[in-house]
């Protein structure tokens, strides 16, 4: 391989004309207010509904099978896992959004001057060279298939709770989540007594070959019908999570003030169980609660007014949904000492159904329902477009970049992402998705960091719509907090990073180094 070719970047100007091309063109529907109604909508979800619960109690994962080695043993003590923050996860959630917020006004200064699909993997693009872009949109499958595998388990869990709350029956268990999950379950709500195992018609497990089977079917369903509707056109999935971005901040709202009653001052004593490591542990859970506000930049092909629209739908989003996270991780911890939600994907719904109230347990799991529908659309609208903007550079077939004769959609990457997502949450649990999920968001963050600051150097004339403040301190300090953020996540994530980052560069060396070696479009290089 030739350095010269891994390092060359595509101008601004290209990209933009590229796009612009009339086989290329997309409806340009989207203003400011779907943007942030979009960013809301990727925000909160399973994070706030699902994860702050398992963040506030922590996780410990004993090391084994390969990595129960005599070295991993004596550095880590053979524990893996992390520690919880306890009520302190509020601190953990202002902890994770400063991180974010440093990464947000990158992204909007470099949306807002390349307005075209892609991400951050674009934007990489024409500030790092094309091998790091590409890992960067391999990294970035992290983010949105890989983390709507655990917004779709979640969604599975939510739903057990609604329909129990509506009809009263529960679901077998082998219908409704993974096997390793169902064995977990069954073991802990074997008790007829417990509340949670009225959620199940059955707590038997099917078996084949001698191995137990279970998988989780509302989670494929839920998938697959969000895809439909993508596959249909981006003015219709607007219309979707809009509706669905209204129903869970009432909701959310509704939890908050109706909460607060419910809550016991003692819950929150000790404050910080876990110390800075707890609550550092924990921002790097919750981190997962914030993802979405960037996958706005990847319809900038589809917003009316990109370079003012993108910069006002991602800063504002995220200040929206930090006030709230931080409300309701307080009224979560007051409610039940925070110990009671280890390994609870609905902590919310779990924390109401306690206190007796069925009418409230059922707006909050019609809340948490709307709300990661709205997560699972926008992860799913951001992922194809990523595709098809690597395609388009020839690093993956030219058949990713193909629109809709029709609906002017992804719609093969649309469908290929489903159907990934979909098939992969009937087997996966939601805590190492998340995981997984975080450390490569991380990793993307600190890459758009980078090319804002190496963006002013090499391309400091072009105009830019919105400006970073105080660079290069802030790209700096996003680097370092969102470094900070990745080695607080457990070990077993990093071999986990690694190793999907060794496939994605094999996939590179194999495949999209010749073919967009071979690309007729001819990117430009800095001297």
């Known amino acids: 391989m030739q350095l010269k070719h891994l390092l060359r970047t595509t101008s601004a100007e290209v990209l933009i004309s590229e796009a612009a091309q009339a086989n290329r063109q997309m409806k340009k529907s989207l203003t400011a207010f779907d943007l942030m109604a979009f960013g809301i909508g990727a925000t909160i979800g399973s994070g706030i509904f699902a994860l702050t619960g398992t963040a506030a109690a922590g996780q410990t994962t004993i090391a084994h099978d390969w990595i129960s080695t005599p070295i991993i043993n004596l550095i880590f003590h053979a524990e893996l896992g992390r520690t919880g923050a306890g009520p302190a996860i509020v601190i953990s959630f202002l902890v994770a959004a400063i991180a974010c917020g440093f990464a947000a006004l990158c992204y909007a200064e470099l949306s807002s001057m390349i307005p075209v699909s892609g991400s951050a993997y674009t934007f990489a693009q024409a500030s790092l060279g094309e091998l790091i872009a590409w890992v960067i949109g391999w990294d970035l499958v992290l983010e949105y298939a890989i983390g709507n595998i655990a917004v779709a388990v979640s969604w599975s869990d939510h739903f057990l ?42 707590l038997q497990l099917p ?71 707890g609550i550092m542990g924990g921002a790097a859970i919750v981190f997962f609660s914030f993802i979405g506000f960037d996958a706005i930049s990847s319809t900038a092909e589809e917003t009316k007014n990109p370079q003012r629209d993108m910069p006002i739908g991602m800063i504002g989003s995220l200040l ?41 347990h059922l707006i909050v799991s019609i809340g948490a329902l709307a709300g990661m529908t709205s997560v699972l659309l926008v992860f799913q609208l951001g992922q194809p477009r990523i595709f098809m903007a ?138």
């Open 390 to 527: 690597m395609a388009r550079d020839g690093l993956l077939p030219a058949i990713f970049a193909r629109l809709h004769a029709k609906f002017k959609t992804p719609f093969i990457t649309t469908i290929g992402t489903g159907a990934l997502v979909g098939i992969a949450s009937m087997f996966c649990d939601i805590g190492q998705a998340a995981e997984l999920t975080n450390i490569g968001t991380l990793a993307a963050f600190i890459i758009v960091c980078l090319g804002v600051t190496i963006l002013r150097r090499t391309d400091s004339s072009r105009h830019r719509p919105f400006r970073c403040p105080l660079v290069p301190l802030v790209p700096i300090l996003g680097i370092i907090s969102c470094f900070m953020l990745m080695l607080s996540l457990p070990v077993i994530t990093w071999f986990r990073f690694i190793a999907w980052m060794a496939i994605g560069i094999t996939i590179y060396a194999i495949y999209g180094y010749k073919h967009a070696a071979n690309n007729s479009k001819l990117p430009s290089s800095p001297d």
């Open 207 to 277: 078996v084949i070959f001698g191995h137990p089977i279970a998988l989780n079917l509302p989670a494929f369903m839920v998938v697959a019908l969000i895809t439909s509707v993508l596959v249909v056109g981006i003015q219709e999935s607007s219309l979707v999570n809009t509706i669905a971005v209204m129903v869970k901040i009432m909701v959310v709202l509704f939890f908050i003030c109706y909460g607060a009653s419910f809550v016991h001052p003692q819950n929150w004593v000790p404050f910080a169980p876990g110390g800075v490591i």
């Open 161 to 202: 709770h609604f329909f129990h709350g509506i009809t009263g029956l529960g679901l077998p268990i082998w219908l409704t989540t993974d096997t390793g999950t169902a064995l977990t379950r069954i073991a802990t709500l074997a008790s007829p007594t417990s509340p949670q195992a009225s959620f199940y018609s059955s």
């Open 320 to 360: 929206v949904c930090t006030l709230l996270y931080a409300a309701v991780s307080l009224v979560l911890t007051g409610i039940l000492p925070y110990a009671r939600y280890t390994d609870d994907a609905a902590p919310v719904a779990s924390a109401l159904s306690t206190v007796g109230h069925p009418l409230a």
